[in-house]
């Protein structure tokens, strides 16, 4: 045998006969230091919101408590003093958007954990997996921002159908429970009511829309001003006095959307994140298939 035979048969390791393809130590900190890390900030970035969002009050109550004074300084105005507002809480608004990003995160965390696998170089096939559901979540943050601006009917009916459901616990101006004050002061901050308008609060049950003789057609919270009776909940002055047909929905969605950037900012982090995973694990796919097919020309050399 002669000395370039030896040679050939060298770069055949025990382990390339049994289909295991190395990476080089760079490719694999490729992987380790670029896809794998961009979806550790993900998953984290995610998860962290989403329990921050999710807990409600007990994580971020302080920043609440403009509203609390709001509520009850105008619950005091239409004639319901000393409301105790220590409750409030807007856990249906934030709950949801907590929800979806513990979901996300979630999913790239397994996405990572391919990732872990991945950079050992022993799981080819695992690779194009990686790849494969990398790209999926990309173009499906990116369908998402697409709906979100361009045709929210996608997820606008279930969003809503939740929201009008949280009204079946309102109680009214006077209530003190988290659900009741999270309404009032949605309902006051961005001059609305209820969620398309106040008819949705035909499901509330445990509101008392009797006071003072007459019956309220529309929350107290709903006037344009707070007084003592609240006279202008009556039908006759929902038109004048009221925004009875100015649903919440809207305004909540812009905030959220628009004015504190929260979502739009963090859809554009995820989609660049996103994109540099992509663009890292298919140049190491490029880089393995290419090795994988030099190994192939020196097995046919020697056959």
Request: net charge negative.
């Amino acid at each position: 045998m002669t000395p370039q035979y030896d040679d050939k048969i060298e770069v055949l390791s025990t382990s390339d006969k049994i289909g295991v393809f190395p990476l080089q130590p760079t490719s694999r900190q490729c992987v380790d230091s670029s896809g794998l890390s961009c979806h550790e900030i993900i998953s984290l970035a995610c998860l962290v919101g989403g329990i921050v969002l999710s807990v409600g009050r007990e994580a971020y109550g302080d920043s609440l408590d403009w509203m609390r004074d709001m509520v009850v300084r105008e619950a005091e105005a239409t004639g319901f003093p000393n409301v105790d507002a220590s409750a409030l809480d807007v856990k249906f608004v934030t709950g949801p958007l907590g929800t979806s990003f513990i979901v996300v995160g979630v999913f790239v965390l397994v996405l990572a954990a391919f990732g872990i696998l991945v950079s050992t170089g022993r799981f080819r096939t695992l690779l194009f997996v990686y790849v494969g559901a990398t790209s999926l979540l990309l173009i499906s943050l990116i369908v998402v921002i697409m709906c979100a601006y361009a045709d929210r009917s996608a997820f606008e009916k279930p969003v809503k159908k939740m929201l009008k459901k949280s009204l079946e616990d309102f109680t009214g101006i006077s209530g003190s429970d988290a659900t009741t004050l999270g309404w009032n002061a949605v309902m006051m901050h961005f001059n609305c009511c209820g969620v398309d308008d106040y008819t949705d609060f035909d499901v509330s049950t445990n509101w008392d829309d009797q006071i003072v003789g007459f019956r309220m057609h529309a929350p107290a919270a709903c006037c344009v001003e707070r007084r003592d009776p609240p006279r202008c909940t009556r039908r006759v002055n929902l038109d004048e006095k009221t925004y009875y047909d100015r649903g919440c929905y809207e305004p909540l969605f812009h905030y959220v959307a628009s004015e504190t950037a929260l979502v739009l900012s963090t859809a554009y982090f995820l989609v660049m994140l996103e994109f540099l995973c992509l663009f890292f694990s298919t140049w190491v796919t490029c880089v393995m298939v290419s090795k994988t097919s030099d190994k192939v020309g020196v097995m046919d050399y020697m056959y």
